[in-house]
């Protein structure tokens, strides 16, 4: 299985444990894409609708294409008072592209499972001149619980053998923006990047299911997480006093589709 199927095993978990994106994303993602009610939208993964949901409240007509059939019956009961929502089970890669162009394409927290060959190629054939693409990145970074995540890492060292020695959480300021891919790109061009950052509390058994989402964890073998994750808990309840705080940071990446490119549109994926 591919580590990027391993979210499908457990779409209840999934939905149930990752947060959803903060209102002051969505608002600067509203705010830099000029999205109003009735533009159609392409999402590329998903998952249960964490980003999608918000987008469906703006009167946005959304086609969300999810790799993972259980992900997608879970955003669909998520979704099911949205009728201009139209979940697909695909892959991205292969999926037709409809003939109607879309005023925007997004992808939150899955753009680094696209195949770099076909993603920003057919992310342009997606959308109309002037349509924009929207990337949402999260990176870990440091800060919140600052002790526990050293701590943490020791755990990692010991239980999974693909741990680097000595890794540490980076503050905010020292993650470059993920904007490489884009700015090589001729189909794209107004490159913009916002960040926001945040902050969210756990108790050992919600730390546990936000671990239990992420392919790494899932992939590892099943001694070996185990042994990690009963680790973690121990640490966070006998040393932590049962709760930590996690800082992410969430990148918005967007991109404005070059009107004088690729006016013949395929298709087909």
């Not at 955003?75 to 409809?98: G, H, K």
């Not at 919140?144 to 905010?172: H, I, M, V």
């Not at 073998?221 to 121990?234: N, Y």
């Not at 990446?253 to 994926?269: F, K, L, M, P, S």
Request: contains cysteine; aromatic residues 8%; proline residues 6%.
């Amino acid at each position: 299985m591919a580590l990027r199927e391993t979210f499908d095993e457990d779409a209840e978990l999934y939905d149930r444990a990752r947060p959803r994106y903060p209102a002051a994303l969505v608002a600067e993602l509203v705010r830099l894409t000029a999205l109003a009610p009735g533009h159609r939208v392409l999402e590329v993964g998903p998952g249960t609708g964490q980003l999608t949901v918000p987008l469906a409240e703006l009167g946005c007509r959304i086609t969300a294409v999810e790799l993972g059939a259980s992900m997608a019956a879970v955003a669909r009961r998520r979704l099911r008072d949205f009728p201009l929502v139209e979940v697909e089970v695909a892959d991205f890669e292969t999926w037709p592209l409809p003939v109607e162009p879309f005023d925007l394409l997004v992808c939150a927290t899955a753009w680094h499972w696209i195949d770099p060959a076909v993603g920003l190629s057919k992310a342009a054939r997606a959308l109309r001149p002037g349509g924009r693409l929207a990337i949402v990145v999260t990176h870990h970074v440091a800060g919140g619980t600052a002790g526990f995540f050293a701590d943490a890492q020791r755990c990692y060292e010991r239980w999974d053998p693909a741990t680097p020695p000595g890794l540490r959480l980076r503050p905010s300021e020292e993650i470059p923006s993920d904007t490489g891919e884009l700015e090589a790109s001729a189909a794209f061009t107004g490159l913009t990047v916002a960040r926001c950052p945040r902050e969210i509390t756990y108790t050992a058994d919600e730390y546990i299911d936000v671990l239990l989402t992420y392919s790494g964890h899932r992939a590892l073998r099943e001694d070996l997480r185990h042994g990690l994750l009963a680790d973690i808990r121990e640490l966070i309840d006998h040393r932590y006093g049962g709760g930590v705080t996690k800082r992410y940071l969430h990148e918005l990446i967007v991109a404005t589709r070059d009107e004088g490119h690729g006016h013949a549109r395929a298709r087909i994926g």
